[in-house]
Structure formats: structure tokens, C-alpha cells
T-cell receptor, first 110, second 116 residues
């Protein structure tokens, strides 16, 4: 099962673009890459998912290089409300285990 | 439509007591997951169900932990003879169909368990 590595924490300022990179060197061929966001006292919620190249939705973009050994979540023009923990998840439930890891604690400053 | 619900939202118990945590998944979701999150930590995967079956129970921390799911819907996580290290938030999630790597998990608000 692919293991992920993310920075423990990041700080940024309102209006900036924030990029959070996740390393997953042992990603398997059939693995997708999914990012979740978690606010204090809440369960995580889905942000974006991709397999390769670039995926964009209304809240974020996900960049995945050709070797798929890493991925970068990009949050455009962050606001204070983007302060949360962001988890990179790689894996297939058919491995019967899911590893979220410790996530990246993003702190947005005014 | 209703999301994933969990009960109770908070549970305070004494060491050695048994507790039951309940999860109601989104209607129609065949997969259900249990996680544990200690204060300031990431999510620790415990177990998942596809329908009423749990393919692998090795993620459960000890034999004091058990989980079941009935009718392909409600799930109960039971902790027997609780210990202080069991104190954590227990999160439940559901998804449309397990076994698909594109599945999106929808999480409940969690049950905060405190063992005194």
C-alpha cells in the first residue's frame, strides 16, 4: 500500500496561492490520488481526486507528474477559512487498508 | 439528503466499561469505514465494511474492539473494557461502492470518547 509524505505544517497569507505537495513513491498502477480537508471538530471532506496530469474543480487544482510519485494540491487565493488540515490519500480499498497519514496543517494569516 | 450521522456525539465513560458507538451511513452506500483520531493526530484506519462483511479486521487496535454492520446499513463499533488510551474521536465514513479506487468517502461528525 502506497505510503504518503506531506509537510507537517504550512503558513500563508490571505490572497496567496498555496501549494501542498505529497510524495507517494510506491504508488500502484491502479491507485488514484485523493485530497481531503478537515476543519477542527469535523470529519474530513473530499476536495479533489486525480489519476494523472491536471485536474481542476471549483475549489482546487491537482497536479500530478508523469511518474505519479508525487502530487501537488493547489489552492488559489486562499482565505482565512482555508485554515485546516489537508490529507493526501493514495490507495485502493481492495488493499483492505487506508492510510491517511498525519496531513498538512495549513494556517492562513490575515 | 441526510449525510452520515453518528451517535452519541460525546461519550464519557469510566475505565473498564464497555461502550457502543453507532454510525448511520448515507442511504444506498454499500461501503462503511471506521477511523480513530487522537488529539492533533491524523486518521487511523480501523476497519471497513462492504455490505455487512469486513474483509480485514487487522486494523482494529486490540481484541477489545469489534465492529458489526447489519442490513447493509447501520454499523456499531464496540469497545470492551475501555482504557484511557482509547480516548479519541471515532469517525465513520461511507461511500457508494467499496473496491473502487475512485470512491469518495463522506464522513460523519464523529463521536468524541473520553475514558476517565
Amino acid at each position: 500500500l502506497a505510503k504518503t509524505t506531506q509537510p507537517i505544517s504550512m503558513d500563508s497569507y490571505e490572497g496567496q496561492e498555496v501549494n501542498i505537495t505529497c510524495s507517494h513513491n510506491n504508488i500502484a498502477t491502479n491507485d488514484y490520488i485523493t485530497w481531503y480537508q478537515q476543519f477542527p471538530s469535523q470529519g474530513p471532506r473530499f476536495i479533489i481526486q486525480g489519476y494523472k496530469t491536471k485536474v481542476t474543480n471549483e475549489v482546487a487544482s491537482l497536479f500530478i507528474p508523469a511518474d505519479r510519485k508525487s502530487s501537488t494540491l493547489s489552492l488559489p487565493r486562499v482565505s482565512l477559512s482555508d485554515t485546516a488540515v489537508y490529507y493526501c490519500l493514495v490507495g485502493d480499498i481492495r488493499d483492505d487498508k487506508i492510510i491517511f497519514g498525519k496531513g498538512t496543517r495549513l494556517h492562513i494569516l490575515p | 439528503g441526510a449525510g452520515v450521522s453518528q451517535s452519541p456525539s460525546n461519550k464519557v465513560t469510566e475505565k473498564g466499561k464497555d461502550v457502543e458507538l453507532r454510525c448511520d451511513p448515507i442511504s444506498g452506500h454499500t461501503a462503511l469505514y471506521w477511523y480513530r483520531q487522537s488529539l492533533g493526530q491524523g486518521l487511523e484506519f480501523l476497519i471497513y465494511f462492504q455490505g455487512n462483511s469486513a474483509p480485514d479486521k487487522s486494523g482494529l487496535p486490540s481484541d477489545r474492539f469489534s465492529a458489526e454492520r447489519t442490513g447493509g446499513s447501520v454499523s456499531t463499533l464496540t469497545i470492551q473494557r475501555t482504557q484511557q488510551e482509547d480516548s479519541a474521536v471515532y469517525l465513520c465514513a461511507s461511500s457508494l461502492a467499496a473496491g473502487v479506487s475512485t470512491d469518495t468517502q463522506y464522513f460523519g461528525p464523529g463521536t468524541r470518547l473520553t475514558v476517565l
